[in-house]
């Protein structure tokens, strides 16, 4: 049998990663793609409980090192699960991943090679569709301003930061995500039928950071 693809939808707060990330699934089921749906933080965790009221509560005072590891922790916690289901042939849509922990603590000042190093050994997604919204959009979008980081100082500086990596990284994709929630439905669809069944001709192993 050959492995699911592992997806990652990346990109700015609502720019449309969780709507669009279940549709994804949906939709990807309706083609007969067996396909399920991820998101990190993954909040029903122990750390993902902590994170989730570190986020909640701005006077919290976890030190930026501190928080950064467990939202790292919060994916190592995942990896056995994430394996066994790709290796099912389960093609995993995830909400946020890595270079989310990296785009906002880097955005906090600290070095993106530090950042980097805890999560080097976790799985390396198949493609990372990167919605890219501009400013004035995302600022139209229901419920922008309610966590810590919803701020447009800080978005701006995670912006810039997913913008490197989409230079840098060759699993990377720009989605224009000012569009229809439809039409940016059809992009992201498209591209994600074609890595599945990329890894399927390939019969490509999992790859590794
Ligand atoms: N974080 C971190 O610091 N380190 C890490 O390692 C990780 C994360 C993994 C929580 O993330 C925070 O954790 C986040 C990064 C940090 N910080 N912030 N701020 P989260 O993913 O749990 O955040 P969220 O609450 O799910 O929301 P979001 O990501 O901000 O939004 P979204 O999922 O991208 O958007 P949405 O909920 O799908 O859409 C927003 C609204 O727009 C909604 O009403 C939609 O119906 C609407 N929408 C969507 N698309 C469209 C289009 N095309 N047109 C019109 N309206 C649309
Ligand atoms: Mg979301």
Redesign the pocket.
Same mark, same amino acid.
């Given at each position: 049998m050959t492995r699911g693809a592992f997806i990652v939808?990346e990109?700015? @707060? #609502?720019?449309?990663? %969780?709507?669009? %990330? /279940?549709k994804l699934v949906e939709s990807l089921q309706q083609k007969n793609i067996k396909a399920e749906r991820m998101? !990190? &933080?993954d909040?029903t965790t122990w750390t993902g409980q902590v994170?989730?009221n570190y986020?909640a509560d701005k006077n919290c005072k976890l030190n930026d090192q501190a928080?950064?590891l467990l !939202? %790292?922790a *919060? #994916?190592w916690e995942n990896v056995e699960k994430m394996k066994e289901k790709l290796s099912s042939g389960i093609t995993l849509v995830v @909400? #946020? $991943? !890595?270079y989310?922990?990296?785009?906002?603590?880097a955005a906090k000042g600290m070095s993106i090679d530090w950042c980097l190093q805890p999560e080097i050994g976790l799985l390396k997604p198949d493609k990372v569709l990167f919605?890219r919204i501009k400013s004035d %959009?995302q600022k139209? #979008? &229901?419920? !922008?301003g =309610? =966590?810590? $980081? =919803?701020t447009s100082v /800080?978005?701006q500086k995670?912006n810039k930061i997913y913008d490197k990596f989409s230079q840098s990284e060759d699993n990377w994709k720009i989605i224009d995500? *000012?569009?229809?929630? @439809? =039409?940016?439905?059809e992009d992201l669809l498209n591209n994600i039928v074609e890595s599945v069944q990329n890894v399927a001709n390939s019969n490509a192993p999992f790859k590794y950071l």
């Open positions: 939808v990109g700015v @707060d #609502r720019c449309g990663k %969780t709507s669009q %990330t /279940m998101a !990190f &933080p909040r994170i989730s986020l928080i950064h !939202f %790292t *919060n #994916r @909400d #946020r $991943y !890595f989310s922990g990296v785009a906002f603590s919605l %959009t139209s #979008r &229901p419920g !922008f =309610e =966590e810590r $980081y =919803e /800080m978005q995670v995500a *000012n569009s229809s929630f @439809d =039409e940016v439905h």
